[in-house]
């Protein structure tokens, strides 16, 4: 079993779209959402002792925001270790989850019937992950998006393949490595 422990709601409703097109039908997930980053960051270590599983495989995803991106990574890293598990994965949305959107904006077309995606090619969207506010310019581009129902209609929408959004791609990369490691050998 792949367990993703994720920052807020808005994630694991992204990820109930996205998943079942990137995890095999046989591999089961569990997607547990958190009501922030201090809130992720205090259970980490406690629900990783606590796991009853030994095979499962835990994937920890959270934002940015205005943090150090290797800053933020390590001090994950350390409390999966302080929960005896150092293997698990952490990724980490570059400033935010709607940078990942904004890679993406054919699906935001196609999710909210606007007709943004020629934005895509221009030099503010070409590398999302680098904007300061992705949340804010999203808002200006779609007025009805809101965090928990936008995700939920972005998920089995997004390219998984794109590149304009490192963090993404990193993210896709990382759940495919985990499935792989998971499928050769399911007992850990």
């Known amino acids: 079993m792949l367990v993703f422990l994720l920052e807020e709601r808005s994630m694991a409703a992204l990820l109930e779209g996205l998943l079942p097109r990137l995890v095999p039908d046989h591999v089961a997930f569990k997607l547990i959402p958190h009501d922030g980053k201090t809130d992720l960051e205090k259970s980490i270590p406690r629900k990783l002792r606590a796991w009853q599983d030994p095979t499962a495989r835990f994937i920890v995803v959270r934002d940015q925001d205005s943090a150090d991106c290797l800053q933020v990574k390590s001090r994950l890293l350390d409390l999966c270790t302080a929960g005896a ?25 196609r999710a909210f019937g606007t007709q943004v995606a020629s934005l895509q090619n221009t030099k503010k969207y070409r590398v999302p992950d680098r904007l300061g506010s992705p949340s804010h310019l999203l808002a200006d581009l ?47």
């Open 85 to 109: 598990r150092p293997e698990a994965l952490v990724r980490i949305a570059c400033r935010e989850l709607e940078a990942w959107y904004l890679a993406d904006l054919a699906a935001v077309d």
């Open 142 to 188: 779609v007025p009805t998006f809101g965090k928990v129902g936008g995700a939920r209609r972005l998920g089995p929408l997004l390219e998984l393949d794109n590149p304009r959004s490192p963090s993404f791609a990193h993210f896709v990369r990382g759940v495919r490595r985990v499935v792989d490691e998971f499928e050769a050998d399911p007992s850990g």
